[in-house]
């Protein structure tokens, strides 16, 4: 009887643990992650501009009229969350992006949100220059691997029988089998 709960409780822990994929995020701060004035790549994630710099130490530089593009190599992109500099009394916040197409702006204006399901994101800056200081990309997580686990009954009826092969009671003691599976009975 134990052991079957064992078993039961282990498949519920499966089974649960499967229905919340972690999904994996990946964040660029403009403190700490350059490479190019126009492009910066992290794990399978790249951001770029047409026009603007991603090199600044404090906040990357979207100027007006320029594409920003947030692409993934893999997985697909499901929410990207960027964080705006409010320096310079808010000149730079998030209204400067164009919204629609998935992007909300906070009621602050410091936060920029988009959500969808796509490998590339484009957002344009129509409005003003936008300053960031920080990206979240939130990636789709592609489960592998065991698909279902499946408990089999034992039936409690079944003979049970001692490693030399003899036919034993259910009060027996010790390593047994049942239903071609052996275990230890205490």
């Known amino acids: 009887m134990n052991k079957i709960l064992r078993l039961t409780f282990i498949a ?4 649960m643990s499967s229905l919340s994929f972690a999904q994996k995020t990946v964040t660029f701060s403009a403190t700490q992650d350059h490479e190019t004035k126009e492009a910066i790549t992290k794990d399978v994630i790249t951001i770029a501009i047409t026009k603007g710099t991603l090199d600044n130490k404090y906040a990357y530089r ?4 320029s594409t920003l593009t947030v692409s993934s190599a893999k997985e697909d992109i499901v929410k990207i969350v960027m964080i705006c500099d409010d320096y ?3 000149a730079y916040l998030a209204d400067g992006f164009k919204t629609g197409n998935g992007l909300t702006i906070s009621s602050d204006k410091k936060t920029a949100t988009w959500e969808g ?3 590339k994101v484009e957002f344009t800056t129509p409005i003003h220059q ?3 200081k ?3 990309i939130t990636l789709k997580d592609v489960p592998s691997g065991i698909e279902e686990i499946s408990n089999g009954s034992l039936n409690g009826e079944a003979p049970i029988y001692n490693l030399a092969g003899q036919r034993v009671s259910k009060e027996y003691k010790g390593v047994v089998i049942q239903n071609g599976k052996k275990f ?3």
């Open 12 to 15: 519920v822990l499966a089974a």
């Open 62 to 65: 979207i100027y007006k009229g």
């Open 88 to 90: 310079s009394g808010g």
């Open 117 to 119: 399901n796509t490998k």
């Open 130 to 132: 936008v300053r960031v």
């Open 134 to 136: 920080s990206f979240t």
């Open 184 to 186: 230890i009975k205490k």
